[in-house]
């Protein structure tokens, strides 16, 4: 009795053994990571790259993130910070078009070429806050101007447009505590 049963659990063990061997991917069948190296050619590669890399929405992520991080900036009197990214967001823009030249017009004839970029630049280095603040207000207006011009005026109804239409009374700000 008890060498069948010992019969049995070993059949048993031996099923659910074979059967988790099967489950654990070999080293040859394991997916593999070199999603650019793998592919034919280079034409392949570069197709992928570009999907990858996407659009015009990747960087005016990146640009509302660092506007948002200016406008803090500001409001804490780091000038220099707010400069720092002041000037990556000029280069994101630039980017941006680089990969959709269809906005490119509107992007440097609104924004870039236009003053509107250069002169919150100078007003910051100037660290005249009054200049500054007008300044910010003239780049926010067109941002969101350029978003009607392009046809996605939908994006100014958010919260990084509203809580940026004006500043704290005092500049002795609650970000710094
Ligand atoms: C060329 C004109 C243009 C300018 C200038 C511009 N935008 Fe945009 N923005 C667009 C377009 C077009 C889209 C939609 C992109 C798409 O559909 O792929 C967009 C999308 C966005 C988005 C959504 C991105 C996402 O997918 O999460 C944000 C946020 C944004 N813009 C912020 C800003 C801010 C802040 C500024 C000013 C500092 C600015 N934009 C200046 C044209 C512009």
Redesign the pocket.
């Given at each position: 009795m008890k060498s069948r049963y010992f019969l049995i659990l070993l059949i048993i063990a031996s099923t659910v053994g074979i059967s988790f061997s099967i489950a654990q991917p070999t080293e040859r069948n394991k997916p593999s990571k070199h999603w650019l190296l793998d592919v034919e050619n280079d034409t392949e590669r570069f197709a992928r790259l570009e999907t990858y890399l996407r659009?015009?929405?990747q960087p005016?992520?990146e640009?509302?993130h660092r506007?948002e991080m200016v406008y803090d900036a500001i409001v804490n009197n780091n000038y220099e910070l707010a400069s720092y990214h002041w000037r990556k967001?000029k280069t994101t823009?630039k980017n941006g078009y680089l990969k959709r030249p269809a906005?490119k017009f509107?992007?440097d004839s609104?924004?870039l070429q236009s003053n509107v970029w250069a002169s919150l630049e100078a007003a910051l280095q100037s660290n005249d806050p009054k200049k500054i603040k007008k300044a910010f207000s003239v780049?926010r207006k067109?941002?969101m101007g350029?978003?009607v011009?392009?046809k996605?005026p939908f994006?100014n109804n958010q919260k990084?447009f509203h809580r940026t239409e004006s500043f704290p009374e005092s500049n002795e700000s609650k970000l710094r505590n």
């Open positions: 659009g015009f929405d005016m992520w640009v509302g506007y967001i823009i906005r509107s992007a609104m924004f780049a067109t941002c350029c978003h011009v392009e996605v994006m990084m």
